[in-house]
């Protein structure tokens, strides 16, 4: 079957960066005078959660070096929620996966699903925490500030997200996702800082081309107005799919180190199909169309039910145990039904486009929807793209497949 020819083209992204991201965490560690509040063989637990976030291992590396100058005991605690299936082994694998080991960071990584209940809401409601971290001397968060994939507020994912849902392990996710983020997040991170030990808060922000951009080192009283403050800023630097409506949009990977729900909702435009409502400025797609999983995911496929089609190989590479606590602990079920399952790459986007005319449907190709700065479109798309003064980087091509019809890499 005759598949439209696609051009690769290229967006141009604010490329602003921030090259020395470790000197800008040990400096603004240094900076809030945490030397006077760590004392001589206290014990700091220091944040990793499960994304794929630019310099990760640097930054974490810059506050386990800076707390040991300070003559602390540092060690890592993942605060990841339910992911890695929500166990201590599983835990401690993902962030291995992304260069957080005790080789790696010179101290100790100590994994545990272990909460206690150190309060309650205004509201009644119990709030958990992370045992490892609450009995610790002192707690550095480390995260991104982000746009999160279900709901909108003026604080989504960041510094309160990583202490409320990261650090409240599998049980306090699992409640938060029960009785609704928005606002119960904040007010989960409000007890928690003020009855955790809570010392210094990293707030990272990345542009366009998921590389770090900014670096925000701020004190237990700053985490709140530090996430509104960077969340408008993430507006500004969000990549897009700059076309719309699209008839088919080709999602060659995805996966929980991209996105909590496998591709970002902010990106594909349907947020409205997982319980959220739809997302400003995004496209309307007709078919969704997603090939694999990343190696990072470990086989956690939650967000599938985002798309309309699939391949036989990214279902079987689906760890249902993992995928599913992930799915029972945000009660999205939609989010893990099964698309139609195609047997191939090639069958998957044949059945994605059917009989449209070739010169006129209207289909985009990502690696994955954190990575945006290249494209592949159709020919129906490219006057838009010269109107957009997008970089035409290639001469229309067929899609190229394997002889197993998989998809050669983007």
Known sequence: MPLPKLTRVKQTFDTTRLDDAYGAVAAGLKSLGLDRK??????????????????????????VDTVKAMGGQPFIVPAMGSH????????????????????AMGCPV????????IGRTPSGHPVYFSKDALHADGVIAVNRVKLHTIFRGDVESGLCKILAVGLGKHRGAQQIHRIGTQPFLVETAR?????APILAGVAVLEN?????????VVPRERFEATDVALL?????????????????????????NISGTGMDTNIIGIGGRVGGKMTMGTPVVSTIVVLGLTPETHGNANGIGLADLTTRRLVDSIDYKSTYT?????R?????????????????????????????????RIKDTLHLEELEISEALLPEARKLDLCIVSEPRPLSFDNAGRIHPF
């Open 332 to 364: 999205l079920w939609s989010a893990g039904r099964l698309p139609v399952i195609m047997e191939s790459d090639r069958e998957a986007v044949e059945v994605a486009v059917g009989d449209a005319p070739l010169d006129e449907i209207r289909l985009v």
């Open 208 to 216: 366009s081309l998921d590389e770090t951009m900014e670096v925000h």
């Open 232 to 256: 408008q800023r993430c507006w500004q630097v969000l990549p897009r799919v700059p076309f719309d409506p699209l008839d088919v949009l080709v999602v060659d990977e995805m996966g929980k």
């Open 326 to 330: 992930n799915v029972l602990t945000t």
């Open 38 to 63: 760590i004392k001589p063989g206290a014990r700091v637990a220091i944040t990793a959660g499960s994304r794929g976030i630019q310099n990760l291992v640097r930054m974490t590396r810059a506050a």
């Open 84 to 103: 890695g299936g929500a166990t201590d082994e599983g835990q401690k694998t993902l962030l291995a996966d992304l260069g957080i080991s005790e080789g």
């Open 191 to 195: 007890v928690i800082l003020d009855k």
């Open 110 to 117: 100590v994994s545990s699903v272990q909460v206690e209940e």
